[in-house]
C-alpha cells in the first residue's frame, strides 16, 4: 500500500489530562483509491491528514509512506519524503497573490532546483489537466473563481508527481456546484496519477465519487 497508518494514538496535553485526538486508528490506501472521510468538527479529521503528512508525529503506531516507515526516519529524512512523495491540498488555496497560476506551480520546482523549460511545461500541462485554458494560467488569483483558484491548488499538489494526495476540505469555500466539481476532478486526477488519495470533508452531499467512505468521531476512524 502507498499509504498505511497501523494503530495511530496521539494525545495531546489537556491541563493535568491528555485529550486523544486520534485513537488506534488504522488505514491504508492504495494507487489510484480515492477515500473519504468524513465526521464533525473536532473528530480528528484534520489531525489524521497531519499525521499522514508526518506534520505530527503519534505517541505511538506507524506511518508508512511509499513503503518507507517513517519513524524511522531522521527529521530532514521526513522533510524530503514530504516534499517527494506527499502532495497536499489544503482547504484555503493559499496562493501567492503576484504570481500567476502558472507561476505557483514554477515556483514549486524552483523550490525543488528545478527552472527547467521541462518544469514550466509541466505546469502548463497539469493546469490544463485541471480545466484552466491558458489565459486563465496567466492570471493572478484575484482574477479567478473560488473554484479555479482551488484548481490551482490541486495542480501545485501534483507537481512533484506525489504518491500521496491529501485533501483538507477542498469545498469548504465553494457552493455545491463548485464543490461537486472540485470533488469530481479529484477523482479523475487520482485515478490518472495513481495517487493513494484521502480526502477529509464535513459535506455528506460530495461522497458519490469516493471509491470508500469512511467515518471519523471522537479520534475513531470506522465505516460510513
Do not use: C, W
Amino acid at each position: 500500500m502507498t499509504l498505511s497508518l497501523t494503530d495511530v494514538t496521539l494525545t495531546y496535553p489537556d491541563g493535568d489530562a491528555r485529550l486523544t485526538a486520534l485513537d488506534h486508528v488504522s488505514l491504508t490506501v492504495g494507487p489510484g483509491e480515492f477515500t473519504a472521510v468524513v465526521g464533525p468538527s473536532g473528530s480528528g479529521k484534520s489531525t489524521l491528514l497531519a499525521v499522514a503528512a508526518t506534520l505530527l508525529t503519534p505517541d505511538r503506531g506507524t506511518v508508512t509512506i511509499a513503503g518507507r516507515d517513517t519513524a524511522a526516519l531522521s527529521r530532514g529524512a521526513r522533510t524530503r519524503l514530504r516534499r517527494d512523495q506527499v502532495g497536499i491540498v489544503f482547504q484555503q488555496a493559499n496562493l501567492i497573490p503576484a504570481l500567476t497560476a502558472a507561476e505557483q506551480l514554477e515556483a514549486v520546482g524552483r523550490l525543488r532546483g528545478d527552472r527547467s523549460r521541462a518544469a514550466r511545461d509541466r505546469a502548463r500541462t497539469l493546469l490544463d489537466a485541471v480545466g484552466l485554458d491558458a489565459a486563465k494560467q496567466r492570471r493572478r488569483p484575484h482574477q479567478l473563481s473560488g473554484g479555479e483558484r482551488q484548481r490551482v491548488n490541486i495542480a501545485r499538489a501534483l507537481f512533484a508527481e506525489p504518491a500521496v494526495l491529501l485533501v483538507d476540505e477542498p469545498t469548504s469555500a465553494l457552493d455545491h456546484d463548485r464543490g461537486a466539481r472540485v470533488v469530481a476532478l479529484l477523482a479523475e486526477v487520482t485515478a490518472r496519477h495513481g495517487t493513494a488519495t484521502v480526502m477529509v470533508t464535513h459535506d455528506t452531499g460530495l461522497l458519490d465519487r469516493a471509491d470508500r467512505v469512511l467515518t471519523m468521531a471522537d479520534g475513531r476512524l470506522e465505516p460510513a
